[in-house]
């Protein structure tokens, strides 16, 4: 798949030109030349279709015959993604990315093994920011946005009267999100919130159920975070997206 990314910013006048790793990639990966077609897209959420007008050694110029939203869903998803450690962050946010996630809330709760001195913020948000980008131009799906990591308390304060939020908690075993789907049947904003390598604290589960939000479980057996994290989001599309999936033909 010819796709790029780049930054809105970047396209004026229906031109853009594109240099760095994304160059390399057209370059030396796509082995693209002038004339060839290529898809690009941006932070906002852009597709551009256009074609390689010029290269040099270092840049090359694309001119852009049209434009259109990326793909969306129905239903506007946010994952609240306990802090793991660094491969396994890396993994989920590949994964969500490709499964059409909108938004990632990283954040620490009380058995958070990972931590993140704030001084090390803006490295790790631009390293989330180049996965998910890669992630992106490999599915067709757009860059999802990354908040600055926060803590659980400010995490479930954060959360707006139109969004339905569901807490996956390895400990619940009557409410389970088929049967929560069946009677929320209708979402505008979706949020779920996954918790880190060491799950949640009983009180932390409370403290969110006191905000209006959902507590249920995945299922019998105890998954890993980062297990839990994409199969939380690939059901959530497939519950809420579900009806845009082509039937499969009858034999």
């Known amino acids: 798949m010819r796709r790029l990314f780049v930054p809105a910013r970047q396209i004026l006048n229906a031109r853009t030109v594109i240099s760095g790793d994304e160059f390399h990639h057209l370059r030396h990966v796509l082995r693209l030349q002038?004339?060839?077609?290529?898809?690009?897209?941006?932070?906002?959420?852009?597709?551009?279709?256009?074609?390689?007008?010029?290269?040099?050694?270092t840049s090359a110029e694309v001119t852009i015959r049209h434009t259109r939203p990326a793909q969306t869903s129905r239903v506007a998803l946010t994952l609240g993604l306990g802090l793991l450690r660094g491969p396994k962050m890396d993994l989920v946010i590949e994964k969500v990315t490709e499964l059409g996630v909108d938004r990632v809330v990283p954040f620490t709760s009380t058995f958070t093994v990972s931590r993140l001195p704030a001084e090390r913020r803006g490295e790790r948000l631009a390293r989330w920011q180049r996965i998910a980008q890669s992630a992106a131009k490999q599915s067709g799906s757009k860059v999802p946005q990354f908040l600055v990591p926060q803590t659980f308390a400010q995490l479930c304060n954060f959360q707006s009267p139109d969004t339905t939020t569901i807490l996956f908690y390895e400990q619940e075993r009557r409410s389970t999100l088929k049967t929560f789907a069946n009677d929320h049947s209708h979402l505008a904003s979706l949020c779920i919130?996954?918790?880190?390598?060491?799950?949640?604290?009983?009180?932390?589960?409370?403290?969110?159920?006191?905000?209006?939000?959902?507590?249920?479980?995945?299922?019998?057996?105890?998954?890993?975070?980062?297990?839990?994290?994409?199969?939380?989001?690939?059901?959530?599309?497939?519950?809420?997206?579900?009806?845009?999936i082509p039937p499969l033909p009858r034999r």
């Open 34 to 57: 002038a004339g060839d077609e290529v898809t690009l897209c941006d932070d906002q959420g852009q597709e551009h279709y256009g074609t390689v007008a010029t290269l040099s050694p």
């Open 193 to 244: 919130i996954v918790g880190p390598e060491g799950g949640f604290a009983p009180q932390e589960v409370e403290q969110a159920q006191r905000r209006g939000v959902h507590i249920l479980g995945l299922g019998s057996q105890i998954l890993r975070a980062e297990t839990a994290s994409i199969v939380a989001v690939a059901l959530c599309r497939f519950l809420w997206d579900g009806a845009a």
